[in-house]
């Protein structure tokens, strides 16, 4: 378990660079969508309000449904890095789920006071309880683009946070056959663009990267 920064900022005049990559290296592309168009059918709404408004995906929890929104796509793969953008419009919380055929696996919370990167509560009621891998505060404010980058490769997961922020960690149960993802929101709403998910590949620099970022300072 572990969280740093290495100083890996992503400026608006960087925009066409992609955010630099830790624990693995980006392999083929096996999704692309700008989210800027209602729900294709490969989404599946499951709770909530999901429309596209300004060019990106709008999402907000309904009352009614006394259930966070959620809207989840089909993807199976063993390893993967995950990119987007996201707005904080009041919601209180939004996450990246990945789950199993039937359970959750893991997942990034994302809140206006930091992220969260754990591996799920896999039997609700078992034994098997969530493991938070790490928590790292920083500031998400409200109405600001930010960019997530969340690779999986065997047993490890990493986030990055605008290419700064990092919290890792690893559990058996990552290193499992995953068959969807989705996103959730937790009170207001929250947007989200410009989603791409490649192929994992092995980093020949991560043993090096992930000592440095054992030792580095806690993010604040």
Not at 91 to 97: D, F, V
Not at 163 to 182: C, M, P, Q, S
Not at 190 to 202: G, H, I, M
Request: hydrophobic fraction near 40%; glycine fraction near 8%; charge should be negative.
């Amino acid at each position: 378990m572990a969280a740093g920064s290495l100083g890996f900022t992503v400026r608006a005049a960087d925009a066409p660079v992609e955010p630099k990559t830790l624990l693995a290296e980006r392999g083929k592309l096996l999704l692309s969508d700008d989210l800027n168009a209602a729900p294709a059918k490969e989404w599946r709404i499951a709770k909530g309000k999901w429309e596209a408004v300004d060019g990106a995906w709008h999402g907000e929890e309904l009352p009614s449904d006394m259930h966070p929104a959620v809207v989840r796509h089909q993807l199976k793969f063993q390893n993967a890095i995950f990119q987007y953008s996201f707005k904080l419009d009041g919601a209180k919380q939004t996450t990246l789920s990945i789950n199993d055929q039937k359970e959750h696996v893991c997942r990034v919370l994302l809140r206006p006071n930091g992220f969260t990167v754990q591996k799920d509560d896999h039997d609700h009621d078992g034994p098997d309880k969530a493991v938070v891998f790490k928590s790292v505060t920083t500031p998400i404010k409200p109405g600001e683009w930010h960019t997530l980058v969340v690779e999986i490769l065997g047993q490890e997961m990493l986030a990055s946070l605008d290419g700064d922020k990092v919290g890792f960690g690893a559990h058996e149960l990552i290193g499992t056959e995953k068959f969807n993802f989705g996103f959730t929101i937790n009170g207001a709403s929250a947007s989200f663009k410009n989603l791409r998910v490649w192929e994992a590949l092995p980093n020949k620099d991560w043993a090096e990267t992930k000592a440095k970022l054992a030792t580095a300072e806690p993010a604040k």
